[in-house]
């Protein structure tokens, strides 16, 4: 009987070889499935920043208008809709009520904060608490390198991501090769904010530096620029009509598997930039049904 098991297994083993190996032949990959990106693996958000003429109410509606549901809110924007203050990280539990009873009402998510850059450990627990309370997936920040173990820390105990912006050079954080040093031995929730327009304002080449920082991309921000450069006349323009290579952006998502939030900021018609941010939302879905079917 032990012989005759012995032979069973045996075979078994050869039939499951054999079935490896042929599939592996012919190319089909039985983890497709699994690794496949699914369209809501992107998901679409405004900074607002970009509507940063009017408070963040009258953001909430514009960015309504935009058919987008998530938004990243920046500390000096004034609250409105009859909320006294801004949107700062020291703001009281009730004003934090209010503040979410309106996103809420508006049926908005914030899932994101920054560019916000506490000066003491303190003040970072403080940020991290504020960030736990309006429940947040990511704070955006420039941190001075001294501070990322702390922030490590705190990115951890608060299962909060931290993603480091670019500015443009010569700013601390304008290029990837800095922040992958900065991060070297910290938190996988430390990652990067990628502003692609920055990079490109830096001399840069955005797909480049996207590929430098592969598995470290924690979000976007995205924007298309109407030339390289800085030079007179340098503006945003709506996505895929200016000199990023966007399509190769979003094609280097996919090759990465980046799953996360994608804010497009768009720093330009600031007194009526409503019909731009649409186009830039259209391109965006637009390609990703493409590459996301």
Same mark, same amino acid.
């Given at each position: ?11 078994? %083993?050869?039939? =499951? ?6 599939? &592996?032949?012919?190319? $089909?990959?039985?983890?497709? +499935?699994?690794? #496949? ?98 429940? %947040?997936?990511? =704070? ?6 001294? &501070?990322?173990?702390? $922030?490590?820390?705190?990115? +951890?105990?608060? #299962? ?121 939302? #259209? ?11």
């Amino acid at each position: 009987m032990k012989n005759l098991q012995t032979r069973m297994q045996r075979n078994l %083993l050869f039939l =499951i070889t054999g079935f490896l190996t042929l599939t &592996q032949l012919m190319g $089909i990959n039985y983890n497709a +499935n699994a690794q #496949k990106l699914h369209p809501d693996d992107w998901k679409l958000g405004i900074q607002a920043w970009t509507f940063h003429l009017n408070t963040f109410a009258e953001a909430l509606d514009k960015i309504n208008e935009c058919g987008v549901k998530y938004v990243e809110a920046f500390p000096p924007q004034k609250i409105g809709a009859g909320i006294a203050g801004t949107m700062d990280y020291h703001m009281d539990a009730a004003t934090r009520e209010k503040v979410l009873a309106l996103l809420h009402s508006k049926g908005i998510k914030m899932v994101s904060y920054g560019v916000v850059n506490p000066e003491t450990d303190s003040d970072w627990v403080q940020l991290f608490k504020f960030a736990k309370a309006m429940g %947040l997936k990511n =704070i955006v920040s420039e941190p001075q390198q001294s &501070q990322i173990p702390f $922030i490590s820390k705190l990115s +951890n105990e608060y #299962k909060i991501n931290v993603a480091i912006h670019d500015h443009a050079r010569p700013t601390r954080y304008w290029n990837p090769d800095i922040v992958l040093t900065a991060i070297k031995g910290a938190s996988p929730r430390i990652g990067s904010c990628a502003d692609i327009g920055h990079w490109l304002e830096s001399g840069l080449d955005p797909v480049e530096c996207m590929k430098k920082l592969k598995g470290h991309i924690i979000e976007f921000h995205l924007k298309d620029e109407n030339m390289k450069g800085t030079g007179p006349g340098f503006h945003d323009v709506p996505l895929g009509e200016g000199v990023i290579d966007m399509a190769g952006i979003m094609k280097e998502m996919k090759r990465q598997h980046f799953k996360g939030y994608c804010f497009i900021e768009y720093e330009y018609h600031f007194e009526n930039n409503v019909p731009d941010v649409k186009t830039c939302v #259209k391109y965006f879905r637009d390609e990703k049904e493409k590459l996301l079917k």
